[in-house]
């Protein structure tokens, strides 16, 4: 998407904001019937099988139309320019607010979360911007390990104390000075996998960064991943439970989210490598049965709709091959449950085999 290349200055994002309105107001001078607002719509993958879809050139798929002759469509107007207001509101006071602070401003006609959250993606891709409309997420994701970086003034020195944990950044447009003697990054799904690894000392032994998301990670989490891996060039690992919950985690990483599909190809870590957990883990490492658990139908359904992704066939056949084999076996298994070896096992067998046997995908 043009424009999505550098991130603007709010004096710019303000002049966006004033030439928008303007459109607007001047639209709605005239016939209602003829006044149109176009979203463009973008998509990261689809399900066609044919293997001739084009989802990985990250351009519009197509046109969504609001008019004024829907009266959903007037609420989302109504709705769109409010949250447009408080944007230009923070970008000229110099302040920052939450998604949340925007939804309590308007309760009553916002209605629900998800409703502020679609005007903001809305109005990213009517401005061509990138995350710099000062409207930040409540940050969620976590990191440790041999890594310092400032932001906005501030030093965070993971260094000093490599297993201990350091929330993500939300302002990543101000983490500056990123140092790093790690050797790679690990990527792990949930807090209980990464609070084992820091109590098992993993990153002081290991030299390296753990980062979680605590399960589907937010874009500060993700924004922050993908900027420490331009900066420091370091091989990436991910590592998820083994079932379709962990699988879908696993592509937000590497291929984006269907909800931020407009910025997937800022967002998408292309090289990230899949070290498990694998279904042909359950023999490799001998998992005894009592922690293998049926696949819902829920489950099996979910998989069959990953299976369709154009992506999977097109860029990671071999994932396509171990989600298959998933649903062929019929069972799941979480991460914790290579702890009925020993508590350490993840730390001390389990991950290490897999980076020294390259034994990842």
Known sequence: ???????????????????????????????QSSFVVHID????????????????????????????????????????????????QLLQENKHGSKRDIFYMHPSVFREQSVVDRAINDICILLQ???NLNVVSVGKGLVMGWLRFSEA???????????????VPVNVEEVKDIMSVAKYILIVEKESVFQRLSNDQFCKKNQCIVITGRGYPDVPTRRFLRLIIEKLCLPTY????????????????????????FDAKFLRISNIQWIGVFISDVDRFSLPQH???????????????????????????????????????????????????????????????????????
């Open 238 to 261: 991910c590592l998820v439970d083994c079932d379709p919950y962990g699988f879908d985690i696993l592509t937000t990483y590497r291929f984006g989210s269907m909800q931020m599909a």
């Open 41 to 88: 719509r973008f998509r990261n993958y689809c399900t066609d099988s044919s293997g001739h879809c084009c989802c990985s050139s990250y351009t519009a798929k197509g046109k969504e139309l609001i008019t004024l002759q829907r009266e959903c469509h007037v609420h989302r107007l109504d709705v769109l320019l409010r949250v447009l207001l408080i944007v230009q």
């Open 1 to 31: 998407m043009e424009g999505n290349n550098s991130i603007s200055r709010p004096s710019d994002m303000l002049i966006r904001i004033r030439d928008f309105t303007r459109s607007i107001i001047k639209g709605m001078c005239k016939e």
């Open 129 to 131: 911007c990138r995350h």
């Open 153 to 167: 003034g501030r030093i965070f020195d993971c260094i000093n104390s490599p297993n201990s944990a350091h929330p």
């Open 291 to 361: 922690c293998l658990l049926p696949l819902t139908n829920e489950d099996k359904s979910r998989t069959e709709a990953l299976l369709r992704r154009c992506y999977l066939e097109r860029e990671v056949p071999e994932w396509r091959l171990e989600l298959e084999l998933l649903l062929q076996r019929g069972v799941k298994f979480e991460i914790e449950a290579l702890s009925a070896h020993s508590l350490s096992f993840l730390s001390e067998v389990y991950v290490p085999s897999k980076l020294k046997g390259e034994l990842q995908m």
